[in-house]
């Protein structure tokens, strides 16, 4: 894993080799202070003149001013770092994200994912950015002044080699222990985020239901579930942590020790024991720094396992058609689905089975059914969502799947039956299906949707902030911006997923005739709830359990009295009791 993470600092090497060698080199003012400190206790033992201690203690301030500019410098290096290994990460986290496109949702939680976006990424700021060029700086420390030591005590310098190892090696032997619990710490995060989004997000259904409470208790367990892991966790680094402890402080006391020894035994120079006495500090100094910053990259290690875990994720529907999906102007194409079966959740739910549809080129074909007959599904495979286990899928006589997706997709206008908006402005979410459109086109499809009304009545007009997913609108208005922005997008294929099913009677014309005006001279596919909508349509599908009952036109279909029948009866009835 450690060398998968390193290979995510591409980009940002340069910056964390300078902050290494900016380390390298405040690791030599300690060094240099060193000397310079047993230098001076090595006068005072002596009894020399005081003038002597004069460039002595220029020296060391000298030392200490350099080392706080080299600090500074040292910290700007590696924010910067971390910006770009953290930006390069989330861009690839993102992209793979939309590459996997609708299909990775429909198990995973979006709290979970936004946890690994955003904060499993920081918690990886520390190894990669700290730790990585610690490694370094602790290297070079360590073959400048162990030798060093060994020259003048040879014993000295292999007790100190001796804990340094230990210093380096014990934090290894709780790797397993800590990574297992480092596991268990982010899942419950993971858990905990999820719970608090959906809690935020179902707010008003809670309050309904006045089920606020048992949501609560819900969050107070998961909350109580991170701190037991988030406390375990912290024991085991601390038990790590005091053996790194215990290992330099023994070698540091050991080294003085034996050097005072060899000492009085006359094998050793007072001006050589206070070198040692400083040295010995300044090496061990970097070992500390490189177990703190070991320790504090642990939750991002659990992180990054998760992190490499969805990286990792097979992607489904696979972006390799090279043909380009060009449509001339006035030139309506035709969509013919061919056999087409298909399951959601690796073929453990079937939704479609040996589907046969086409729709000629500029044709309104209809799709009705109960709820649950694959209706949705048509939609989500002709946007290539998901791609069928078998059968093909033509748009003008050629399989989707030789197109680039987004060739395929900029082709097709769709106005869905939950209308998502983003949070901005309700010009900002008209201009997603045209981002270059200018302020009179995106008006002039507001009237033509009949949003213009609403939307110059709102308190900033254009620019009034709508709210998460448009809550400050009503169901008709959302519905109204949707048009709006397909009417914008202006594909030759158009596909209306139930589009006034949320639409109350009163919005009801205004939004159909807003569609009818949409689905001129386009090759359209229709969803229907209220069948009195598709009437005109030139031919109409009844969907039933994963295939076709019935097709035809409306009139057919009444004549027959078969399944479209069925449902008309059964939605009339509906009507008749509210």
Request: net charge neutral; with cysteine; hydrophobic share 45%.
């Amino acid at each position: 894993m450690i060398l998968r993470l390193l290979s995510v600092t591409k980009g940002a090497r340069g910056s964390l080799l300078a902050k290494a060698l900016i380390g390298v080199l405040i690791t030599g003012t300690y060094i240099v202070q060193a000397f310079l400190s047993a230098k001076g206790v090595s006068y005072a033992f002596a009894e020399l003149n005081w003038r002597l201690f004069i460039p002595i203690i220029l020296g060391i301030a000298l030392m200490v001013l350099l080392r706080a500019n080299l600090l500074w410098i040292r910290e700007i290096f590696g924010k910067y770092a971390a910006e770009r290994v953290k930006e390069a990460l989330r861009i690839n986290l993102f992209e793979h994200f939309f590459h996997l496109g609708p299909a990775y949702m429909e198990d995973g939680r979006t709290g979970k994912l936004q946890s690994i976006f955003i904060d499993g990424v920081e918690a990886l700021e520390v190894f990669l950015v700290d730790y990585i060029p610690q490694v370094l700086v602790t290297a070079v420390g360590l073959v400048c002044i162990l030798p060093y030591m060994a020259s003048l005590d040879p014993l000295v310098g292999v007790i100190v080699f001796v804990s340094i190892l230990i210093s380096v090696l014990c934090p290894m032997f709780w790797d397993k222990l800590m990574n297992k619990i480092g596991h268990g710490h982010w899942e419950s995060y993971g858990n905990l985020n999820s719970q608090f989004v959906d809690a935020m997000q179902g707010m008003t259904t809670l309050k309904a239901f006045n089920a606020s409470d048992a949501k609560g208790n819900e969050l107070e367990r998961d909350a109580n579930e991170l701190y037991n892991h988030t406390m375990k966790k912290l024991n085991v680094s601390l038990i790590s942590s005091a053996f790194v402890g215990f290992a330099t402080a023994i070698g540091t006391a050991l080294s003085v020790g034996i050097g005072a020894f060899h000492l009085s035994m006359g094998m050793l120079a007072m001006s050589s024991l206070t070198v040692i006495l400083f040295l010995s500090t300044e090496c061990f100094r970097p070992i500390n720094d490189l177990n703190a910053y070991w320790h504090k990259s642990f939750l991002g290690f659990s992180a990054a396992e998760k992190m490499f875990e969805f990286l990792d994720t097979t992607i489904t529907v696979l972006d390799k058609g090279n043909d380009r999906l060009v449509i001339p102007e006035g030139i309506r194409p035709s969509i013919d689905f061919n056999a087409v079966t298909f399951s959601y959740n690796d073929g453990t739910r079937p939704a479609l089975k040996n589907l046969n549809l086409s729709i000629p080129s500029g044709a309104k074909i209809a799709l009705v059914g109960q709820s649950g007959t694959g209706k949705s599904t048509v939609v989500n495979l002709l946007l290539r969502f998901f791609d069928p286990q078998t059968g093909s899928i033509k748009i003008s006589k050629k399989e989707i799947g030789k197109y680039s997706i987004q060739d395929l997709r900029r082709q097709i206008a769709a106005v869905f039956q939950d209308t998502y908006l983003f949070y901005g402005t309700v010009e900002d979410n008209i201009r997603v299906a045209k981002p270059e459109a200018s302020f009179d086109e995106i008006e002039a499809c507001c009237r033509n949707s009949k949003a213009h009304g609403f939307i110059s009545a709102l308190p900033q007009g254009y620019q009034t902030i709508i709210g998460e997913r448009g809550i400050r609108l009503s169901g008709g208005e959302r519905q109204r911006i949707s048009i709006a922005r397909a009417m914008l997008k202006d594909a030759p294929i158009l596909v209306l997923d139930e589009a006034t099913s949320n639409v109350d009677a009163s919005n009801e014309s205004a939004i159909q005739e807003s569609l009818d005006r949409l689905s001129r001279n386009k090759t359209t596919l229709v969803i229907a709830h209220r069948l009195s909508t598709i009437i005109d349509a030139n031919e109409i599908y009844v969907m039933g359990n994963e295939h076709i009952c019935e097709h035809g036109t409306a009139q057919e279909l009444i004549s027959r009295d078969g399944a479209f029948m069925e449902l008309m009866k059964a939605q009339n009835a509906g009507e008749k009791m509210e």
